[in-house]
């Protein structure tokens, strides 16, 4: 591992500019930022998922895992032509995808973001995956950017779908049907 963090802030920072991981600096708010700082916070809240109660030890197992990935893919997007997520990776998330959803019944109509605790933390995850998604997108139009992390970012984003709708399950809360029929009438 490269150098530690002995002291906490630096002030190069104070100006508005960062340093990537190749060592060059750019604004805090350009799109690589963005998007690295979005899977970070997308790693935050897969975090506050594995906190809940009621989330099966595979599952938690999965996730712990996927945040490692998340780690290693903020560091390919914050070091310019670094390689850090492979299509082995996207081909797991598929694998687990397609294991977990094989038990669940097909969708016949959209799902709110709930389902209990467990649940509803991980669709906040989904959208936040998918907002990483977006951004490295973004970043992918005005620089170099790999088509693995765009992929691995929206099977992430499906397969955390797939495990709210685990999650609300495991602790009996089950999902929560959008009604169509409610867009008319009052709360």
Not at 27 to 32: A, I, N, V
Not at 81 to 89: I, M, N, P, Q
Not at 110 to 129: K, N, W
Request: glycine share 10%.
């Amino acid at each position: 591992m490269g150098n530690r963090l002995s002291k906490i802030y630096t002030r190069t920072g104070d100006d508005g500019s960062t340093g990537l991981g190749d060592g060059s600096r750019t604004g805090k708010d350009s799109l690589r930022v963005a998007a690295y700082g979005t899977v970070d916070e997308a790693n935050s809240a897969i975090g506050v998922v594995l906190a809940a109660p009621h989330v099966p030890d595979e599952v938690r197992e999965l996730l712990t895992a996927v945040q490692h990935q998340l780690f290693d893919l903020g560091g390919e997007l914050c070091i310019p032509g670094h390689a850090a997520v492979h299509g082995t990776d996207i081909d797991a998330l598929e694998r687990h995808l397609d294991r977990w959803n094989a038990d669940l019944p097909p969708l016949k109509d959209f799902i709110l973001p709930a389902g209990g605790e467990a649940a509803a933390r991980c669709h906040l995850a989904r959208t936040i995956v998918r907002r990483a998604e977006r951004e490295t997108v973004a970043l992918a139009r005005e620089e170099t950017v790999r088509g693995e992390a765009i992929r691995y970012l929206n099977r992430l984003s499906d397969l955390l779908f797939v495990l709210a709708r685990v999650l609300a399950r495991a602790d009996g809360q089950g999902e929560v049907l959008w009604r169509h029929e409610r867009r008319n009438a009052a709360p």
